[in-house]
Nanobody, 128 residues
């Protein structure tokens, strides 16, 4: 089992930045990859960014390329999401997640259904 706890969310004005953190405990060595997801009210949960645990390969959703950066501190078992140039479109609950197995489909490593462990979420609100 893997336990995930997100932090770092909050309110920020458009154009500002936030850094989200995800602390992982438990059987973290068994994870294939870890990533960030978001869910806005009334919308489906969608993938934001993912990092393969051992290779370091990263995949971003097209909507955040050039604005978000995913990284990991292996010594601390902590996953980060640096979010820059924020606008209200990014307002959502952000979740950290971990997958035990490779992607089901070759065209996406960020399908929520592929992930086995989830944090409780941290709210990000961007005001204009």
């Amino acid at each position: 089992q893997v336990q995930l706890v997100e932090s770092g969310g909050g309110s920020v004005q458009a154009g500002g930045s936030l850094r989200l953190s995800c602390g992982a405990t438990g059987s973290t060595s068994t994870t294939n990859r870890m990533g960030w997801f978001r869910q806005a009210p009334g919308k489906e949960r969608e993938g934001v960014a993912v990092r393969y645990t051992y290779s370091g390969v990263i995949e971003y959703a097209d909507s955040v390329k050039g604005r978000f950066t995913i990284s990991q501190d292996n010594a601390k078992n902590t996953l980060y999401l640096q979010m820059n140039s924020l606008n209200p479109e990014y307002t959502a609950m952000y979740y950290c997640a971990a997958a035990k197995t490779p992607p089901t489909w070759s065209w996406s490593a960020l399908l929520p259904s592929d992930f086995d462990y989830w944090g409780q979420g941290t709210q990000v609100t961007v005001s204009s």
